[in-house]
């Protein structure tokens, strides 16, 4: 199974050029092929879609545990909690003990407000020799659930768990950084997509996420500047041309009317971690 989707061939010292990396990828099965589609549509902030391709890749081979996984992860920062809770149950009833779908489930539990049983379930994920950077962030999500600042250590652990344990540099700050904004924690949130931005400068999402951070640490002109970033790297980015508009004082009035009529932002609001 490939560590974190890592594509063959693309490691560092590898003499292969793109012709042997796309004959590699080709032979790829059906389902890690909608593994990997899944992975670019996550890291791009689909993550309904992304779910959708997990789903397509455990129903194609039931046996690729990573997909049931980041299935539930996906689902989660798309906030269908439900989902998440019906791919994690499943999983488990239909293979038992396997130590990432104890994450998985740890990761539902938490979100339910569960913790107890989230702990249960992540103690037995962690203590497993070939743990990997899902059962850490994972655990990182379970303790910083709690709400106590006194975790915040705990949390850290558990991240630099898992940075070493993924394979590109940047992935596993991406994904803590959402576990940050998930529960709030917007300027640690930001600290990692700097940390990760720099490995992989080229996406816009992750552009568009430090934008979202910055206003709401209140620095409109910070956050302008990422969203040009982001329109830089991919034109015509409709996230970035949004949150830009939403920083105009037109945007911040017709932010406001909806919320007071609608009870809502306006934009495409598919998760909560996808708008400021």
Same mark, same amino acid.
């Given at each position: ?20 990396? $796309? ?13 990997? *589609? ?5 890291? =791009?902030?689909?993550? *309904? ?9 455990? $129903? ?17 920062? &798309?906030?269908?909690? %439900? ?25 539902? @539990? ?5 913790? /107890?049983? &989230?702990? /249960?379930?992540? =103690?037995?994920?962690?203590?497993? /020799?070939? %743990? *990997? ?11 910083? %659930? ?15 768990? &898992?940075? /070493? ?39 816009? #999402? ?5 934008? =979202? ?15 040009? #970033? ?26 406001? @009317? ?9 934009? =495409?609001?598919? *998760? ?5």
């Amino acid at each position: 199974m490939l560590d974190w989707l890592e594509l063959p061939g693309d490691k560092k010292g590898n003499a292969g050029g793109a012709g042997e990396l $796309r004959e590699e990828v080709h032979r790829l099965r059906p389902a890690e092929e909608l593994l990997l *589609s899944g992975e670019r549509l996550y890291n =791009d902030g689909e993550f *309904s879609l992304a779910a959708r391709e997990f789903g397509r890749a455990r $129903r194609h081979d039931p046996a690729l545990f990573a997909a049931w996984a980041e299935e539930v992860d996906a689902s989660l920062r &798309a906030g269908d909690v %439900s989902q998440a809770e019906a791919a994690a149950t499943e999983a488990m009833n239909t293979y038992g003990q396997v130590p990432i779908f104890y994450a998985a489930k740890a990761l539902v @539990l938490a979100h339910l407000g569960q913790t /107890q049983a &989230a702990y /249960q379930h992540s =103690d037995i994920s962690v203590k497993h /020799q070939d %743990s *990997s950077a899902f059962t850490w962030l994972s655990r990182a999500e379970v303790v910083l %659930s709690t709400g106590s600042p006194a975790t915040m250590r705990s949390v850290d652990a558990c991240f630099e768990n &898992a940075y /070493q344990r993924d394979p590109t540099r940047w992935r596993a700050k991406f994904r803590a950084a959402l576990i940050l904004l998930q529960w709030g924690h917007v300027a640690e949130a930001l600290e990692r997509l700097t940390q990760a931005v720099e490995v992989n400068p080229e996406s816009p #999402f992750l552009w568009k996420l430090m934008g =979202d951070c910055h206003r709401r640490l209140g620095r409109e002109a910070s956050a302008r500047e990422c969203y040009e #970033f982001a329109l830089a790297r991919r034109a015509g980015y409709r996230p970035a041309l949004e949150a830009l508009r939403a920083t105009t004082l037109w945007g911040r009035l017709r932010a406001q @009317l909806a919320r007071l009529f609608k009870g809502k932002d306006t934009g =495409d609001s598919q *998760s909560a971690i996808r708008n400021p």
